[in-house]
């Protein structure tokens, strides 16, 4: 059974230049989030994608957004990079059954991007 | 808003002995979930363990379990016969009880984690 998958596992860009980063969740799940853990942090909830659509945002600004696409699989789009953009980015899946919701969220091995 | 506070930076327990991770939150609710989750320096995040708020009885996990006292706010994570792999960053973490928040599940709150070193 594969687990959360993420990739590149690591990417080095400039400021000013956009990146994106790429999640497929965990078989059987529909649900993917997205967060960012500075160095020494815990990770900060980025924002939440469920049939399709943002569902919840965290405190982010626009430069940040995202895609879910029809196979459950997430882009996380960054532009205009800056150095504070320097992080783990990491995806966590669930799913939705029922009307309710799966308790935990599993993560990927995350992305680490560094911005020169 | 929710918090959540871990207040030992770094610990240390030697190999086989048990040691406590310390973990308070902050909340008006009264249904939620809280996590502990575990990282190693190849930086994915696992699931240790989890305790829902309404059950009152303390989870456990093999050589993994939990003190919550939710008058308190309080949810330590206890390692019992600690071993070399259990060296890690742990995080605990907190989120609101599954609802309809505009069809979300909720965002998981995390604290700033608790450095675990294990001496053989």
């Known amino acids: 059974d594969a687990g959360v998958t993420q990739s590149p596992t690591h990417l080095i860009k400039t400021r000013g230049q956009q990146v994106t980063l790429r999640c497929s969740p965990k078989?059987?799940?529909?649900?993917v989030s997205w967060y960012q853990q500075a160095l020494g942090q815990g990770p900060q909830f980025i924002f939440q994608?469920?049939?399709?659509?943002?569902?919840q945002r965290g405190n982010f600004p626009d430069r940040f957004s995202g895609h879910q696409f029809p196979n459950y699989s997430s882009e996380l789009n960054v532009n205009a990079l800056l150095l504070g953009d320097s992080a783990l980015y990491l995806c966590?899946?669930?799913?939705?059954?029922?009307?309710?919701?799966?308790?935990?969220?599993?993560f990927g091995p995350g992305t680490r991007l560094l911005v020169l | 808003a929710q918090t959540v506070t871990q207040s030992q930076p770094e610990m240390s327990v030697q190999e086989a002995e048990t040691v406590t991770l310390s973990c308070t939150y902050d909340?008006?609710?009264?249904?939620?979930?809280l996590f502990w989750y575990k990282q190693p320096p190849s930086r994915q995040m696992i699931l240790v363990i989890r305790?829902?708020?309404?059950?009152?009885q303390n989870a456990t996990e093999n050589r993994f379990s939990v003190n919550f006292q939710k008058a308190a706010k309080s949810f330590s994570l206890k390692i019992s016969d600690s071993q070399l792999g259990d060296a890690a960053m742990y995080f605990c973490?907190?989120?609101?009880?599954?609802?309809?928040?505009?069809?979300?599940?909720?965002?998981?709150?995390f604290g700033k984690g608790t450095k675990l070193s294990v001496k053989p």
């Open positions: 973490a907190y989120r609101s009880s599954p609802g309809d928040y505009g069809g979300s599940q909720g965002n998981l709150i």
């Open positions: 078989s059987g799940h529909d649900t």
């Open positions: 994608y469920y049939e399709e659509e943002e569902r």
């Open positions: 909340t008006s609710e009264s249904d939620y979930y």
């Open positions: 305790q829902e708020a309404y059950k009152q």
């Open positions: 966590a899946s669930s799913f939705k059954s029922g009307g309710v919701w799966e308790e935990t969220q599993y």
